[in-house]
């Protein structure tokens, strides 16, 4: 799968795939990454790519005709690349969007800085548009790391150990239970007695308690979901 980041600061991508779980993943020829300044393509004498707001607003909002430019040219190359913006007023990403996007071939995130990019822009060229939450940081980069890292452990052989991917947190609507590691006492703190009597269908039953317990306490809508749909599939 290949993931293209349309951005004026490859440096704050790049570094994120020097050390993760997605390295190997490159390394394997699993996932390929690709870079596009909008600056390169800018037809202006120095290189311009931003502008002042038109009919006012504070800063500084970035100009369609560079990015035309390098979105013409994804699209020409790859007519089936998809197109995905980011900034905070979009749809909020989630999981089945991962889930969703990790079956595509080619993904190219565009992101802004400054006061955000010309809507024009958007209208012509978005396929989707997300947010990653609501609030508001300096550019659009952050935000499609955390769409591409959340879309490539979906992709098939970038995970170790695809069972992780089954029981996960948001799979049916509920957060994940507790995990505890070794040893099974640990300054006088034990882990569940019920997780040591290699009993799966009481570590099953106690794992969707926990797990509604927390999704309670933390996301209170999100448990509520989970019942409604489950009173449907009755
Ligand atoms: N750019 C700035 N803030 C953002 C957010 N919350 N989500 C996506 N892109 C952004």
Redesign the pocket.
Known sequence: MKFTFVTLFQNIVEGYFEDSILKRAIQKNILCIEYINPRDFSSSKHNKVDDTAVGGGAGMVMNPQPLYDVLNELKTKDKDVHLIF???V?KP?RQNDAKRLAKKNHIAFV??RYEGIDERVIEKYADEV???????????E??SLVICDAVSRNVSGVLGNSDSLSIESFENELLEAPSFSKPKNYENNCVPSEYLKGNHSKIRSLKLALSECKTKFFRPEQLLKHRTRKSYEK
């Open positions: 980011l900034t905070p979009a990403f992101s802004g997300f947010s990653i939450g609501d609030y508001i940081l300096t550019g659009g952050l935000a």
